[in-house]
């Protein structure tokens, strides 16, 4: 079976090289291979060859920096950029090859079975299945205090590589494939010391939420495995979502199960783990019901009990904070949650208060640099674009740009793209709040914009969108259902939404399928009604069935490197 060499453009203009094993006729389901760190697509070769799927394609890609993708040996701007990369890969051979994204498989080796699960967990494709061989949730580093000691080399030198202690004969117990690999000379042994950090980061993100896969899932596991530790695969196994999963142990095995001497055995278990999984009905596994019975109501229902007196402490901490700082007093005064807060964030810029100022403004920028709020900036960077990329897109195709914020705030992140694409737009900015409806008004006319209406209104009350004329070809809806814990409300938003667009219209939305700071938030911090600020997570697989249940197809989607917010584009679909 000779593969045909193949280049895709990825989200940040890259072209990255794969291979593609095609059958005969037109395939209707698809095999997308993730390689091992170190490694290349031209390894998969023989397992290709071995699986025997009648009527499947299959594609290997070569991740940047690996095989024969351009880039720096291993590296890439972050762990998160090579999960983007396969997100845009799927998209490609799905779009290209005309497979349903729920007749794809995905199998994911070593490192690149955490990018898959990554993928799976933070994009939320509604795949087939998923399989996992002897996926690297934690490095056997060998070394007391690596993690930290390479934190700080990261910080003294973010360039500074290491090189990988792996010699052949840990992979496998065939010498002719350990000769081969050690002959490779696409293999290299460096890696970034910053994506080896980031590879554990993103693990630990995975193993803390990995009920949000719900994607039936086949995990290998090698009990002489002398690179990665047993007991996080066990542990990612144990808090998996999957209705359907399987963990095989393969005794006697070392890491590199696909070039063991009984690979056999692995073939054999995918295989028959993949015709299982084609023999059943793919569904959703009740997204919609979340909000009534799962894993993050059962997080949203612990957060509601009583907080200890540690967290009382640390509210009293908080709110002689705010006599100093000026965006702690703000967060009490209007709400963590509220779009005078946001505005505060997005301008980033530390303010004292009060007779101590420098101490104030110290405070503030360690206050302003929280994870949270570094989060929300990208966030916002990333509808800025979202947005753009929408308006070009209506611009080249004629279409009229009409912009509909269904809960604006003061609406700067839409104000200012409007003003810098000078591409003619209208817009209506909704929000329930005054503050916020007189904070846009006063920006918009700072800068000079006549196309836009500032009016109230409820987000919720889908009757409303019904009467809006002329019809919207763009929505947003950003930071609003992450502060809504049921479905009914959101649902009833999202369809008033699409009541109201334009077939083949575009809905900017957003998300929070994970916060490394949500206890912390709901115990300490209010919203803008004053209340606690409890928040209900929403993996991404559900935020997604919302929109697509409402008449929406999900185009793309951006989330930020430490996986807390995502930005998505979806198209109004026919009725």
């Given at each position: 079976?000779?593969?045909?060499?193949?280049?895709?453009?990825?989200w940040?203009?890259?072209?990255?090289?794969?291979?593609?094993?095609?059958?005969?006729?037109?395939?209707?389901?698809?095999?997308?291979?993730?390689?091992?760190?170190?490694?290349?697509?031209?390894r998969?070769?023989?397992?290709?060859?071995?699986?025997?799927?009648?009527?499947?394609?299959v594609?290997?890609?070569?991740?940047?920096?690996?095989?024969?993708?351009?880039?720096?040996?291993?590296?890439?701007?972050?762990?998160?950029?090579?999960?983007?990369?396969?997100?845009?890969?799927?998209?490609?051979?799905?779009?290209?090859?005309?497979?349903?994204?729920?007749?794809?498989?995905?199998?994911?080796?070593?490192?690149?079975?955490?990018?898959?699960?990554?993928?799976?967990?933070?994009?939320?494709?509604?795949?087939?299945?998923?399989?996992?061989?002897?996926?690297?949730?934690?490095?056997?580093?060998?070394?007391?205090?690596?993690?930290?000691?390479?934190?700080?080399?990261?910080?003294?030198?973010?360039?500074?590589?290491?090189?990988?202690?792996?010699?052949?004969?840990?992979?496998?117990?065939?010498?002719?494939?350990?000769?081969?690999?050690?002959?490779?000379?696409?293999?290299?042994?460096?890696?970034?010391?910053?994506?080896?950090?980031?590879?554990?980061?993103?693990?630990?993100?995975?193993?803390?939420?990995?009920a949000?896969?719900?994607?039936?899932?086949?995990i290998?596991?090698?009990?002489?495995?002398?690179?990665?530790?047993?007991?996080?695969?066990r542990?990612?196994?144990?808090?998996?979502?999957?209705?359907?999963?399987?963990?095989?142990?393969?005794?006697?095995f070392?890491?590199?199960?696909?070039?063991?001497?009984?690979?056999?055995?692995?073939?054999?278990?995918?295989?028959?783990?993949?015709?299982?999984?084609?023999?059943?009905?793919?569904?959703?596994?009740?997204?919609?019901?979340?909000?009534?019975?799962?894993?993050?109501?059962?997080?949203?229902?612990?957060?509601?009990?009583?907080?200890?007196?540690?967290?009382?402490?640390?509210?009293?901490?908080?709110?002689?904070?705010?006599?100093?700082?000026?965006?702690?007093?703000?967060?009490?005064?209007?709400?963590?949650?509220?779009?005078?807060t946001?505005?505060?964030?997005?301008?980033?810029?530390p303010?004292?208060?009060?007779?101590?100022?420098?101490?104030?403004?110290?405070?503030?920028?360690?206050?302003?640099?929280?994870?949270?709020?570094?989060?929300?900036?990208?966030?916002?960077?990333?509808?800025?674009?979202?947005?753009?990329?929408?308006?070009?897109e209506?611009?080249?195709?004629?279409?009229?740009?009409?912009?509909?914020?269904?809960?604006?705030?003061?609406?700067?992140?839409?104000?200012?793209?409007?003003?810098?694409?000078?591409?003619?737009?209208?817009?209506?900015?909704?929000?329930?709040?005054?503050?916020?409806?007189?904070?846009?008004?006063?920006?918009?006319?700072s800068?000079?914009?006549?196309?836009?209406?500032?009016?109230?209104?409820?987000?919720?009350?889908?009757?409303?969108?019904?009467?809006?004329?002329?019809?919207?070809?763009?929505?947003?809806?950003?930071?609003?259902?992450?502060?809504?814990p049921?479905?009914?409300?959101?649902?009833?938003?999202?369809?008033?939404?699409?009541?109201?667009?334009?077939?083949?219209?575009?809905?900017?939305?957003?998300?929070?399928?994970?916060?490394?700071?949500?206890?912390?938030?709901?115990?300490?911090?209010?919203?803008?009604?004053?209340h606690?600020?409890?928040?209900?997570?929403?993996?991404?697989?559900?935020?997604?069935?919302?929109?697509?249940?409402?008449?929406?197809?999900?185009?793309?989607?951006?989330?930020?490197?430490?996986?807390?917010?995502?930005?998505?584009?979806?198209?109004?679909?026919?009725?």
């Open positions: 079976m000779r593969p045909r060499e193949l280049r895709f453009k990825s940040d203009g890259i072209e990255l090289f794969y291979r593609a094993w095609l059958p005969d006729e037109p395939p209707k389901r698809a095999i997308l291979l993730f390689h091992r760190g170190h490694e290349h697509s031209g998969w070769q023989e397992t290709v060859e071995a699986l025997r799927l009648d009527g499947f394609a594609f290997a890609w070569d991740q940047r920096g690996h095989g024969r993708s351009p880039g720096e040996r291993g590296s890439a701007p972050n762990f998160a950029a090579i999960v983007k990369d396969a997100d845009v890969f799927a998209r490609h051979i799905c779009e290209c090859h005309g497979v349903a994204t729920q007749d794809v498989v995905a199998i994911g080796y070593s490192v690149g079975a955490v990018v898959a699960a990554a993928w799976v967990h933070d994009f939320a494709p509604r795949l087939r299945a998923l399989v996992l061989a002897t996926p690297a949730f934690r490095v056997k580093l060998y070394v007391p205090l690596a993690v930290p000691a390479l934190r700080v080399i990261n910080k003294l030198r973010p360039s500074a590589t290491v090189t990988s202690y792996v010699k052949p004969r840990m992979l496998t117990h065939d010498a002719a494939e350990a000769r081969a690999y050690q002959d490779d000379t696409l293999i290299f042994r460096q890696i970034p010391v910053k994506i080896l950090l980031d590879l554990h980061d993103t693990s630990t993100r995975l193993l803390s939420d990995a949000a896969i719900t994607v039936p899932t086949l290998l596991a090698a009990s002489s495995d002398w690179v990665v530790k047993l007991s996080a695969q542990e990612f196994f144990r808090k998996l979502g999957s209705p359907i999963k399987q963990f095989e142990m393969l005794d006697g070392h890491h590199a199960v696909f070039h063991e001497r009984d690979r056999a055995v692995v073939i054999g278990k995918i295989r028959g783990f993949i015709i299982d999984s084609f023999s059943r009905p793919w569904h959703h596994n009740g997204l919609l019901e979340s909000d009534k019975g799962s894993f993050t109501r059962t997080e949203y229902d612990l957060l509601r009990a009583p907080a200890g007196s540690r967290w009382a402490i640390i509210r009293r901490g908080l709110k002689i904070g705010g006599r100093f700082s000026q965006g702690i007093h703000l967060g009490w005064q209007s709400g963590f949650d509220s779009g005078l946001l505005d505060y964030v997005y301008e980033n810029q303010h004292g208060r009060g007779g101590f100022a420098p101490l104030g403004q110290a405070i503030d920028y360690f206050y302003l640099n929280s994870i949270g709020w570094r989060g929300i900036r990208v966030r916002r960077d990333n509808l800025q674009r979202a947005l753009r990329d929408c308006i070009a209506n611009h080249r195709a004629g279409r009229p740009v009409r912009i509909l914020d269904i809960a604006s705030g003061p609406g700067r992140y839409v104000l200012e793209t409007i003003k810098a694409t000078e591409v003619p737009s209208s817009a209506v900015l909704r929000d329930y709040q005054p503050a916020n409806l007189d904070a846009a008004r006063r920006l918009c006319e800068l000079g914009l006549r196309e836009v209406t500032i009016e109230p209104g409820d987000a919720f009350d889908r009757a409303s969108y019904a009467s809006m004329s002329p019809r919207p070809t763009i929505a947003i809806a950003s930071g609003l259902y992450e502060l809504i049921d479905n009914d409300r959101v649902l009833r938003s999202l369809r008033g939404i699409a009541d109201a667009m334009e077939e083949g219209g575009r809905l900017i939305y957003t998300n929070q399928p994970w916060h490394p700071q949500v206890e912390f938030i709901a115990r300490v911090l209010t919203n803008r009604e004053g606690p600020w409890i928040m209900r997570r929403r993996s991404q697989a559900e935020m997604d069935e919302l929109v697509r249940v409402a008449g929406f197809e999900k185009v793309s989607q951006d989330i930020d490197r430490w996986g807390i917010f995502t930005v998505s584009v979806a198209r109004r679909v026919p009725s």
